[in-house]
């Protein structure tokens, strides 16, 4: 309140909110770290994956540094689970992996996913059935043969 010139403010809110510079420099230290130590979880998507990739991202560059999306497509292809290894082969023979954008191998790794969970899915009546009693579930068995 004390403060009368915009810039004093301005500068004020700043390092309030901001910290000086040096605090900034480890913040993003420290997200940098944590990004370092991502790794995708079994029961995890490609997509929670890499939101919480980006969401680190988004934090280093609001700290004004920058975690290019070079970065973060080097840092999914190293820690995507082995179940995606034949799709990530499979990019490295079609395309230079040093090139490919964030975008594209969001869509082919999400992609492999879907059809991946629609294989083991098998027909859609398997998810109605899963839902139903004993007895319901021997009747639609008696009807299906």
Do not use: W
Request: hydrophobic share 40%; charged share 30%; proline share 1%.
């Amino acid at each position: 309140m004390s403060l009368k010139i915009a810039k004093e403010i301005g500068d004020y809110l700043k390092t309030e909110y901001e910290g000086d510079e040096r605090i900034r420099g480890m913040k993003v230290l420290n997200l940098i770290r944590d990004f370092e130590l991502q790794q995708m979880k079994e029961f995890e998507s490609v997509k929670e994956y890499s939101d919480r990739l980006l969401s680190i991202a988004k934090k280093v560059r609001l700290l004004g540094s920058v975690l290019n999306h070079f970065r973060i497509v080097e840092k999914l292809l190293v820690t995507i689970l082995e179940k995606f290894e034949a799709t990530i082969t499979t990019l490295e023979n079609i395309n230079d992996l040093s090139k490919i954008s964030l975008t594209k191998l969001l869509n082919v790794l999400q992609a492999q996913e879907y059809k991946r969970s629609m294989r083991q899915e098998g027909p859609l009546n398997k998810c109605f059935v899963s839902n139903l009693n004993p007895m319901e579930k021997e009747q639609i068995t008696l009807l299906a043969s």
